[in-house]
């Protein structure tokens, strides 16, 4: 059965940082591309991150360029989200994604809060 285990979220003041990781069970991470999503409170979700299988291409939001970046750590079977120079507007409940055998898997959440 696969699952998907989000980490990391918390609460930063701007201009801070945070990594998440996405840890999956059941599944193969690597082979399969990832996204990160966020959903801020009366917004919809919204695609943040997406990283190739194999580390194959890394794609980025322009509302996160140069502050986020996606990795692979393949021997943990975990995606991460390392987030630099946060701002308010990042607040959010942040998911991982991934698609196997034509269905989607999600992560429960973690919850990024970014404020004075």
């Known amino acids: 059965q696969v699952q998907l285990v989000e980490s990391g979220g918390g609460w930063v003041q701007p201009g801070g940082s945070l990594r998440l990781s996405c840890t999956a069970t059941g599944m193969l991470l690597a082979i399969y591309r990832t996204k990160w999503y966020r959903q801020a409170p009366g917004k919809e979700r919204e695609l943040v991150a997406t990283?190739?299988?194999?580390?194959?291409?890394?794609n980025l939001a322009d509302s996160v360029k140069g502050r986020f970046t996606i990795s692979r750590d393949s021997a943990q079977n975990t995606v991460i989200l390392q987030m630099n120079s946060l701002k308010p507007e990042d607040t959010a409940v942040y998911y991982c994604n991934t698609k196997k055998d034509d269905t989607d898997h999600w992560g429960q959440g973690a919850q990024v809060t970014v404020s004075s």
């Open positions: 990283i190739g299988k194999f580390y194959s291409y890394t």
